[in-house]
């Protein structure tokens, strides 16, 4: 059965502190990698897709990297702003079934 | 619409009441999944389909709950008898196509049974 685990949990940094958050996952067959925000109360807003063939993707100040060989993934953060503040979550799509499998998140706060 | 939308946002439900929450994908989506979100987790995986067939409802977590999507688009989620460890958000995503492509998800419906 697959696994993600993120860590941190939590994290507290100061405004414009570059930061990385891990998600690792036990089951190397999945099709792609996801990374998601969640503001308190609101739904699922999608920031990176890595498909399993690709190392990394970059949105902005956002990089993503997949190792997918060693069920590992890592999002960084560049110059984080209090903007920025929410819960990430990591999810992989299963090549078995096609669903999503998430992590529990980490909740990130950035103090201005 | 632009997004996916799920209605109603927020609902209040008497124990042993049941409940029908629902999700509009994005026009022409092929895969619509149903999630459970409780308080300080991430999404727990409900259902899946694929057009109109339910092709895993392994995450349902009794008889209580079933979902279905009849034409293909428009998804309803029922829980009959609902109990206080229903209450969660449930989150609808859907993806154009059957495989390997981005999920794109609701703003959930949060459920609180008193």
């Known amino acids: 059965k697959q696994e993600v685990t993120q860590i941190p949990a939590a994290l507290s940094v100061p405004e414009g502190e570059n930061l990385v958050l891990n998600c690792s996952f036990t089951?190397?067959?999945?099709?792609?990698l996801q990374w998601f925000r969640q503001d308190p109360g609101k739904g699922l807003t999608s920031l990176l897709l890595?498909?399993?063939?690709?190392r990394e993707q970059t949105s902005g100040r956002l990089n993503a990297s997949l190792d997918k060989s060693s069920g590992r993934s890592t999002l960084y953060i560049a110059a984080s702003q209090p903007g920025d503040s929410a819960t990430y979550l990591c999810?992989?799509?299963?090549?078995?079934?096609?669903?999503?499998?998430f992590g529990a998140g980490t909740i990130l706060r950035v103090k201005s | 619409g632009a997004g996916v939308s799920q209605s109603p946002r927020y609902k209040v439900a008497k124990r042993g009441q049941d409940v029908a929450l629902r999700c509009d994908p994005i026009?022409?989506?092929?895969?619509l999944f149903w999630y459970q979100q409780a308080l300080g987790q991430g999404p727990e995986f409900l259902t899946y389909f694929q057009n109109e067939a339910q092709l895993d409802k392994s995450g349902l977590p009794s008889d209580r709950f079933f979902a279905e999507r009849p034409e293909g688009s428009v998804s309803t989620l029922k829980i009959q008898r609902t109990q206080q460890e229903d209450s969660a958000v449930y989150l609808c995503?859907?993806?154009?196509?059957?495989?390997?492509?981005?999920?794109?998800f609701g703003q959930g419906t949060r459920l609180t049974v008193v």
């Open positions: 089951d190397s067959a999945i099709y792609n």
């Open positions: 999810a992989v799509r299963q090549e078995y079934g096609n669903k999503l499998v």
């Open positions: 026009s022409g989506h092929v895969s």
């Open positions: 890595i498909q399993s063939s690709q």
């Open positions: 995503a859907s993806s154009p196509r059957p495989v390997n492509t981005e999920a794109f």
